[in-house]
């Protein structure tokens, strides 16, 4: 029997399209910095991409920069401000909080929406941050925050707003415009692209300090060759995200379907996040009583991946900085499942998993 993968938030499998292009252009050779014919043709899919991924923000190819990854993303536009007043929220990626660990802290409710009310007060108090962090969907929860609104009160005491879009990148549709934000960290891998690469998309107007030192790519801001077939994968994961994003009403059917078997499995079972606007493929059940440790390793004997939390944390099982801000307590949030879906995930994927999860709940 097949293994089945459901830990998307972790990473996404590659689209068949994205690896095809990605090993094609692997087996070419050129220097997108070079101008002679074999720079040239590097340049091209550099310029592709570029515009590919802008197009998936709704802005112009000359507001990306790429980079390594999303957590080089956050580092380069929070590193920044070390010497400023920054606001963070309590639910961000690691990448995040350790870019600015000055940084002062946005509680956020028992459904992990962003205290409003404790938000305003630090906006309010003297000097204005410089510029304020809030990530747009939740990697452990996929709670989606009001982006909108949060930028707006940022603005309006004139600080900077900088959104960790990486989970909502191609799951619902993302333009710069629209919710106004200045900065948008994205990582190709969680769009189903290759890993190793991501992106700044920054408004026009604003500026993106230097991160990485040397030579003078990506505008100056961005040292180091070009990974031009990790960049070339990103752009059309991009494109395939922005195509597909309709399919996220069949993949919410199945995640939903999912949180209703389970609550019938289990009365103990509890969906953090449940009451609040969620992106559609991320369920977060905790199990009290029994470890998620114990959970995900007796999944993994029947061949099913799922996580205890974002993989940049989940070796540790330690409890999760997201659900103790929300109110979990630590032995509680111990026992919490990540199941992440995506483009791949079948029903018969999500009856599979329900089934061997019902042994360890009613055992």
């Known amino acids: 029997m097949s293994s089945i993968y459901l830990d998307y938030n972790a990473t996404t499998p590659i689209r068949p399209e994205v690896l095809q292009l990605v090993t094609y252009i692997m087996g070419e ?21 570029r515009s590919q991924v802008a197009a998936l923000c709704n802005t112009l190819p000359e507001q990306v920069v790429f980079t390594s990854g ?7 536009i929070l590193r920044a401000y070390h010497d400023s007043r920054v606001l963070v929220s309590a ?15 946005i509680p956020v409710t028992r459904d ?12 309010e108090q003297s000097p204005a941050p410089a510029i304020v962090s809030i990530m747009y969907v939740n990697s452990e929860t996929g709670v989606i925050q009001p982006i909108k609104e949060l930028a707006e009160l940022a603005h309006a005491k004139g600080a900077l707003f900088h959104t960790d879009a990486v989970q909502a990148a191609g799951r619902f549709d993302l333009d710069i415009n629209d919710i106004d934000v200045d900065y948008i960290s994205l990582s190709a891998h969680k769009m189903a692209g290759p890993q190793g690469v991501g992106a700044v998309v920054y408004k026009k107007g604003v500026e993106l300090s230097r991160f990485m030192m040397g030579g003078g790519q990506e505008k100056n801001c961005r040292a180091g060759t070009h990974n031009t077939a990790g960049i070339a994968g990103m752009g059309l994961a991009a494109k395939l995200a922005k195509e597909n994003i309709e ?9 939903d379907h999912l949180e209703s078997e389970i609550h019938k499995i289990s009365n103990k079972a509890v969906i953090y996040g449940e009451g609040a606007p969620r992106v559609a493929n991320t369920c977060n059940v905790g199990l009290s009583g029994v470890p998620a ?47 992440s879906l995506g483009w791949a995930t079948t029903s018969d994927e999500i009856n599979r998993f329900l089934d061997a999860w019902k042994k360890i709940a009613q055992a």
């Open 70 to 76: 999303a957590t080089e993303s956050n580092n380069t």
């Open 247 to 255: 399919h996220y009403t069949e993949v919410q059917k199945l995640r």
């Open 112 to 123: 992990g929406l962003i205290d409003v009310d404790a938000y305003k007060e630090l906006l």
């Open 293 to 339: 440790q114990t959970q995900m390793m007796q999944l993994d004997l029947s061949g099913i991946a799922v996580s205890s939390g974002s993989a940049c944390s989940s070796g540790s099982f330690k409890p999760s900085h997201v659900l103790t801000a929300m109110g979990v307590s630590d032995e509680d949030a111990k026992s919490a499942l990540r199941i």
């Open 29 to 49: 050779v050129g220097n997108g910095s070079s101008v002679h014919q074999y720079g040239q043709k590097a340049r091209k899919h550099i310029e592709d991409a």
């Open 91 to 105: 639910i961000e990626h690691p990448a995040v909080l350790q870019s600015a660990p000055h940084a002062e802290i």
